[in-house]
């Protein structure tokens, strides 16, 4: 009777059942998804080269690119597949010929089609939406004088228009309307990118302090007197932007080619100065 009893609480403990350990499933963490936002401002945009070659350095990719002007042109490059040190290369390959197609002033003494040519060869004619990065390029239609943010089709004349400084390029008609530069309604287009689920913008600011700049000729007085004008827009997007990169351009003039080492030289500067900022907020956004 007793190993009967014995053998009884034995089975009894067998029928109960063990406990379960709980397995919590495994974090996910979704890194933010960053904008990079680059500016006009016509030769002071080889910049953009040294601040892309910073960030791809040290691992920060953008996933959305959007540029006006000289920031477009770098922009699409960059989103076409062009590393940093690709745009290098580029950039000391370019003059103002590579770009300029002077002709007799009508409504501008730059045609344009040299620059839409040149980017659409250096992206083998992919529209705007088969770029390997998400990319907008941001122009002004001269008749309304609202914002237009190009996310489809040919990019290269996406682009021109987008650099079509008034007076200097002739208006690109797309669609049956015309276009100039979109420096006029968005020197900095940070509105843009956050449209577009940007969780960190990177905004890149080249345009010259008025009390500082290199004016040499007509051409720069002129070019000189769009970026003043744009001060003042530029103001309210860049307070939008969660990093603002600023190389110090003053010194290189908007038609000042030669000085394309020194612009991309201030760019890596600039961008490598923000790092800790950049760092922080991407930690911060995957920690969401």
């Known amino acids: 009777m007793a190993l009967f009893a014995v053998v009884l609480f034995v089975m009894a403990g067998c029928a109960v059942a063990p406990k379960s350990k709980v397995v919590e499933p495994p974090t996910v963490v979704v890194a933010p998804?960053?904008?990079?936002?680059?500016?006009?401002?016509a030769a002071r945009g080889f910049a953009h080269v040294g601040v892309i070659k910073t960030l791809e350095a040290h691992g920060i990719v953008p996933q959305i690119v959007v540029g006006t002007s000289a920031g477009s042109v770098v922009g699409a490059l960059y989103a076409g597949g062009y590393s940093g040190f690709d745009l290098q290369t580029i950039s000391f390959q370019m003059d103002e010929g590579s770009v300029g197609d002077w002709v007799m002033p009508d409504r501008g003494f730059i045609k344009g089609e040299q620059l839409q040519n040149f980017v659409n060869r250096a992206l083998h004619n992919k529209p705007i939406e088969r770029l390997g990065k998400t990319f907008a390029a941001v122009a002004t239609d001269l008749r309304s004088g609202e914002q237009a943010v190009f996310r489809r089709g040919n990019t290269g004349m996406a682009v021109r228009a987008s650099s079509s400084v008034p007076g200097v390029f002739q208006p690109v008609t797309i669609n049956g309307r015309e276009y100039v530069d979109g420096g006029l309604t968005s020197p900095v287009p940070v509105k843009v990118a956050r449209s577009l689920g940007a969780d960190i913008v990177i905004a890149v600011d080249i345009s010259s302090k008025p009390a500082n700049a290199k004016v040499n000729d007509s051409l720069d007085v002129l070019l000189q007197t769009f970026s003043i004008m744009g001060q003042s827009i530029s103001q309210y997007e860049l307070a939008q932007a969660d990093v603002v990169i600023r190389p110090?351009?003053?010194g290189i003039g908007s038609t000042d080619f030669e000085q394309k080492h020194q612009a991309?030289?201030?760019?890596?500067r600039a961008a490598l100065a923000a790092l800790p900022l950049i760092r922080s907020l991407i930690q911060r956004g995957a920690g969401k």
Not at 33 to 38: G, Y
Not at 264 to 268: K, L, Q, Y
């Open 33 to 41: 998804k960053i904008a990079l936002v680059l500016g006009g401002g």
């Open 248 to 250: 110090n351009t003053a």
């Open 264 to 268: 991309i030289m201030e760019g890596e």
